[in-house]
Structure formats: C-alpha cells, structure tokens
C-alpha cells in the first residue's frame, strides 16, 4: 500500500537574485513497510526531500500525500499531529537535549502526547532496552558515546510509534562499528515491525542495508522512482 507519495515537487529557494532549485520536479511512492535509501551528491537535494517526505517543509510547487491524505490542504495543527503520529525523524546530529538523561530524552514525546508519567517512563525503559541502553538510561547525553547517542535518538524517534522513519545521514558521525549496530537496530525495526525506512546517505556501505536505492541529483530523481 502507498504510504508516502510525492507529485510533482518543486521546492525553489530565492537567494538574493537568485533562484536555487533544491527539488526540481519530483515524484515518488514509498510503500508500507519499504526500506529505500536515498543517495546523492552534497547539495543535490536528499534533505530537502526527506524534509517533504516528513512534512517539516512544504513544497513551493506539487503535493505530498501521507496515507492518501494531501498535505498541502492541512492546517499546522493537523500537521504537527500527523507528525507526531505517523512519523519519526534520526539526524546526522542526534538533536538530544543536553541537559535532561536519556530516559528523559526518551519522555519527551510522550509528554507533548500527553502520556502519564508511569506509563511514559515504562515505555522509554523498553525503548532504551530495545537499543541495548538499559545500563546507561540516566547519563546524559555528554556522557554518552556518539553511537550510544544515536541510540537514544533511535529509542526518542520511535516514542510515539511512528509508521515512518526518516533518517538523515544516520550514521554520518559515527566509526564503522557503531555506524554497522545503528543500521542493524534500523534494519530490524524495518524486518521485524514493519517500519516504513526512508534513509539519505552517501556511504555505499549504508545504501547496501536498503531494499531500493533512489538517486538524486541537482534535484531531480535519475533513478529509483516508480
Ligand atoms: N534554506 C535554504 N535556503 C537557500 N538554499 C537552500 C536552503 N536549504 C537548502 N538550500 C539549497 O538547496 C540545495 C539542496 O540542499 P540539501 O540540503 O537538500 O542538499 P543535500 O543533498 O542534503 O546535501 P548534503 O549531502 O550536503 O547534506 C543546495 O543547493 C542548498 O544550497
Ligand atoms: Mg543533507
């Protein structure tokens, strides 16, 4: 079943005189339970295409449908929660707030969700397991490896059970080691629970994890779309 379908998008950047082209014309469908990766020179566009795909963009031409429903017609509210529910975004960053654990960090949506505490704390415990932290659920992030980073943002992103996840050059700060156990966490959560994988990178080694590669450049797909 299409779950993510792109129609003819453009998004076009003015810079002072001028006009940047990030996507070019793009369409796409992502099924339910695919796992494609998404590959492309520096400043072809892979961001600004997982940015469409997850909604925290909107296109300047063109529509993104999310299980059938077109974006472009929602309000922000709607799309916030359309977020919230159905989808799940890793970055090359790890975005955690420094300030607040792991576990905390792992809380934090479920808070905006409105989870109780018992029930949010249980959870992120689980979620923290799954990713092989349980002994290390009250460091904060700064006491924590850039691999064991990314794991909290791993177990944070699939807080609310998000049908999709979108990851932006997962691995992209991390050893070949800790890079080849985030992709195996990712790669189960795409085999075993069926979670719709959507990732950019430029590694071969990485794309070789995905079932489909699409690649882009100078903001058009050259190949992988169907
Ligand atoms: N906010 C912005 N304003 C103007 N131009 C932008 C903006 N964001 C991106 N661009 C431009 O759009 C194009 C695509 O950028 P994008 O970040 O999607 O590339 P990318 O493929 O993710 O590159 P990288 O591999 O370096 O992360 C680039 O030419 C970039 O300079
Ligand atoms: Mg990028």
Not at 9 to 15: A, L, Q, W
Not at 54 to 64: F, Q
Not at 75 to 82: F, I, N, S, V, Y
């Amino acid at each position: 079943m299409e779950e993510v379908v792109l129609e003819d998008v453009y998004k076009i950047y003015t810079v002072g005189m001028q006009k940047v082209y990030a996507l070019n014309g793009v369409s796409l469908k992502v099924d339910k339970g695919e796992s494609v990766a998404i590959m492309g020179p520096s400043g072809s566009g892979k961001s600004t295409l997982l940015n469409m795909i997850g909604c925290l963009d909107k296109p300047t031409r063109g529509r993104v449908l999310i299980d059938r429903v077109d974006t472009s017609q929602l309000g922000d509210d709607e799309l916030t929660r359309l977020r919230r529910e159905k989808i799940g975004f890793i970055f090359q960053q790890y975005n955690l707030i420094p300030t607040l654990t792991a576990l905390e960090n792992v809380e934090l949506p479920m808070i905006f969700r409105g989870l109780n505490v018992r029930k949010r704390e249980e959870r992120a415990k689980e979620l923290l397991e799954k990713v092989g932290l349980e002994r290390e659920m009250d460091r904060k992030p700064t006491e924590l490896s850039g691999g064991q980073q990314q794991r909290v943002a791993i177990a944070r992103a699939l807080a609310n059970n998000p049908a999709i996840l979108l990851c932006d050059e997962p691995t992209g700060n991390l050893d070949t080691k800790s890079g080849e156990i985030i992709m195996e966490i990712l790669t189960n959560l795409n085999k075993e629970e069926g979670v719709t994988l959507v990732i950019v990178t430029h590694d071969p080694a990485i794309s070789g994890y995905a079932k489909r590669i699409i690649r882009i450049r100078d903001g058009k797909i050259v190949e992988g779309d169907t």
